[in-house]
């Protein structure tokens, strides 16, 4: 107990950013890719469900074609404003 209180957290940051560059920044990178084209991804399958559900109903399928690709292209575009400065 009397451990617990009298415990500092110090914070070393060169050991933080070394362990982080060697131990978790590639895990990063690939999650944050899979999650930047994934979106992207359901959105355009979406798009194809769409024409298999509505194969009757043209009108309905390419209005969710016409939906799903404008969501892409602002989905790309807000990860790249947000997140072009993270990214190297």
């Excluded at 933080?16 to 999650?35: G, K, Q």
Aim: overall charge positive.
């Amino acid at each position: 107990m009397v451990y617990i209180l009298n415990y500092r957290t110090m914070h070393h940051r060169a050991f933080d950013l070394i362990a982080w560059n060697s131990r978790c920044e590639a895990d990063w990178r690939r999650a944050f890719s899979a999650f930047k084209t994934g979106v992207p991804c359901f959105l355009l399958n979406l798009s194809l469900l769409a024409w298999v559900q509505f194969k009757d109903y043209k009108a309905a399928a390419a209005s969710v074609t016409v939906i799903s690709l404008v969501a892409v292209f602002i989905w790309l575009w807000y990860v790249n404003v947000k997140w072009a400065t993270q990214v190297r």
